[in-house]
């Protein structure tokens, strides 16, 4: 059925959406290369499943109580491991390096401190999983719902960024950060929003991926893979851009899923990356600067 | 003339007693020797490629799953020395259509490739095994002994410092340099950027092939999830930072040390073993971004600039 495919596949692809707009925040804002992004998503796709199995919490309240966790977190690691980073690059210029070095070591932490807690078994739980009638083709409601939040959240951080003042400080460090203390921005403040504020979009993808997925504590490298496809394909920090992307990519896997083999759905993404490294390094909406 | 050659008595003394030290010890210690020399090999064919051009990869388990599970696969149908140069073959080709899809690009495009490669090969191979030939698991039963695979991860370790040794020293290595520096400048010179990452990259990836492929016969038994295991190129990376990536000897001195507390790390505390991985090297990463070797030379130079500044003023004139 090519509607349920399509239904299906945006239905996902609002999640890679909202998780890659995440990372465009921390890469296009923080310039930080967070590898540690998708052991984030999983993080808070197992504290959503603790908070519904232990203490009966559903995961829209769940999402309520993790959000600000997770903004504290990433406002944390941001102050306590890449500021240091940030202050040493000022002379050697290589934060990206060492960025992607210092979160490749906080992958390992994160994924220990879990495989210590949940054990390595796959994960999941069921919430509201019926059956809705979409356009003629049957979507689990949790997916439904996941991808209305998805909308939500991005719509809102969206008009954030683009109608607000705030927004605007945030999208001049990405243009032009050696320009912005010209007009009294205080980038570092801004880069430490920016990547906390990444994390919760983090947070946020993971309560979703855990209301509709099977999920295990190695996942979260695919989760990485699959949202810096995205920011790539969507072009480096381009929100706009990576809400197409995301759903862009939804619809592939899915399709691929469908009709060819649900084993190759990263060999597809991987495909989609190479072709878009070939033929526009620069993102599908970006504009070259070579 | 005399010094070189004298470097060179020295270091074939000093392979001789390390392929003769494997009589000395048991089951258990040459299994060690083994495990090292792997990761010695590992990590300088890794700072082959990434020390001096900064690129940083992530994909050391992809090549390694790639030679050992060739290996698995052809391992009754040829005789060895051949599956060996099939592996290493298989490994050039994957670096060379990863590299020249990747190296033309700003280094981050090549970081999250390589981050997600060994992931990629690992579904693939699984996907292949399970809808094609049906099993997943595969076993290895090769006559060959762990002093062998010893002797020959030691042949293969002593080949790629020298190499890194040669490079060093060639113009390759200038252009790399340059490279590593500024690569704006690099082009202004004349030097092929590409060209040059393309075939150091492509080498070092071989050479971590035929590691993957040397020690396949410890397994005996080879499934995806083993082979392509994300903590070998975590291992490695770690090796050769925490030795210098920059030095020729940098990464032997990290491989060492660091195996052996890897070791003793999972043998004592095999729940934390990741927590205390990654912390280590988050503090690696912090503490001595440029490794051991530049932090001990770095301090020499401070002890030696404090000396002279104490000397007298009357010794410096008379010189």
Partial sequence: MPTTAIVSGLVLGGTYALIAMGLTLQYGISRIMNLAYGETIIFFAFAAFLLYSAFGINPIAGLVLLLPLAFAFGYLVYGVMMQPLVRRSARSGNLEVDSILATFGLLFVIQGVMLVFFGSNYTSYNYLNVGVNVLGATIAANRLLAFGLAVLIGGVLYLALTRTRWGTTIRAVAVAPQSAPLVGIDVNRTARFAFALGTMLAASGGVMISMYQTFTVSMGVIFTMKALVVVIMGGLGNLLGALVAGLLLGLVETFVATYIDPGLTLAATYLIFLSVLLWRPAGLFGKATR | ?319
């Avoid at chain 2, 030095?247 to 043998?267: I, N």
Wanted: with cysteine; proline share 4%.
């Fill in chain 2, 1 to 319: 003339m005399v010094r070189a050659l004298l470097a060179v008595i020295f270091f074939a003394g000093a392979l001789a007693a390390l392929a003769w030290l494997p009589t000395q010890f048991g089951a258990y210690g040459v299994g060690l020797l083994l495990g090292m020399t792997g990761y010695v090999t590992l990590a300088s064919a890794w700072a082959l490629f990434s020390g001096p051009t900064r690129y940083v990869s992530l994909a050391t388990v992809a090549f390694f799953g790639i030679g050992a599970y060739t290996v698995a696969v052809l391992s009754e149908t040829l005789p060895y020395p051949l599956i060996l140069l099939v592996a290493a073959a298989v490994g050039l080709c994957v670096a060379l259509v990863v590299g020249l899809a990747t190296l033309r690009l700003a280094g981050v495009y090549f970081v999250i490739f390589t981050f997600g490669l060994a992931e990629l090969i690992r579904q693939l191979v699984t996907w292949y095994e399970v809808n094609i030939t049906g099993t997943l698991g595969r076993y290895i039963f090769l006559p060959i002994s762990g002093e062998q695979i010893y002797w020959q991860l030691l042949a293969l370790a002593a080949v790629t410092i020298g190499l890194g040794w040669w490079i060093g020293r060639s113009r390759i290595g200038l252009a790399l340099k340059v490279i590593g520096d500024d690569e704006v400048v690099a082009a202004h010179v004349g030097i092929n950027i590409a060209r040059v990452k393309l075939a150091l990259f492509a080498v070092s990836a071989t050479i971590i092939t035929l590691v993957g492929a040397i020690q396949a016969p410890r397994w005996t038994y080879v499934e995806p999830s083993i082979v392509f295991n994300p903590t070998i190129s975590f291992l490695t990376l770690i090796m050769a930072l925490l030795g210098g990536a920059n030095r020729l000897w940098g990464p032997l001195l990290g491989a060492v040390p660091l195996f052996l507390l890897f070791e003793w790390l999972s043998a004592n505390f095999p729940n934390h073993y990741s927590i205390i991985l990654g912390l280590l090297f988050i503090a690696i990463v912090f503490v001595m971004p440029q490794g051991v070797l530049a932090m001990v030379e770095r301090g020499w130079s401070r002890v030696g600039q404090r000396g002279r500044k104490a000397e007298p003023a009357g010794t410096e004139a008379a010189q």
